[in-house]
């Protein structure tokens, strides 16, 4: 089974930066697709951030991108994703997930780290 421990949330003031990190157990680290996702009360899950198996694809929603990073260690097992110049409307919970590929579909997630970003 695989498990996703996601690290690094907190509460900080408008354009901080903070830096996500999932650690994942699971055997073969590369062969997955890795992303982040958010939900803020009320809303539907959102993909934030993905990444292909080798880190030569990423996406990013237009929401976030020139601001947010994501990237991996494969021999640490591990996905970060760097957020700069944070806003209020990012407040979230944020979830690392793992798919077969950078598009789609994700079908594991970790239990989350919340961000609140104040103004």
């Known amino acids: 089974q695989v498990q996703l421990v996601e690290s690094g949330g907190g509460l900080l003031q408008a354009a901080g930066s903070l830096r996500l990190s999932c650690a994942a157990s699971v055997r073969t680290f590369s062969s997955y697709a890795m992303a982040w996702f958010r939900q803020a009360p009320g809303q539907e899950r959102e993909l934030v951030a993905g990444?292909?198996?080798?880190?030569?694809?990423?996406y990013y929603a237009d929401s976030v991108k020139g601001r947010f990073t994501i990237s991996r260690d494969n021999a640490k097992n591990t996905v970060y994703l760097q957020m700069n110049s944070l806003k209020p409307e990012d407040t979230a919970v944020f979830y690392c997930?793992?798919?077969?590929?950078?598009?789609?579909?994700?079908?594991?997630w970790g239990q989350g780290t919340q961000v609140t970003v104040s103004s």
């Open positions: 990444i292909s198996w080798t880190g030569g694809n990423t």
């Open positions: 997930a793992t798919g077969r590929w950078v598009a789609g579909p994700y079908d594991r």
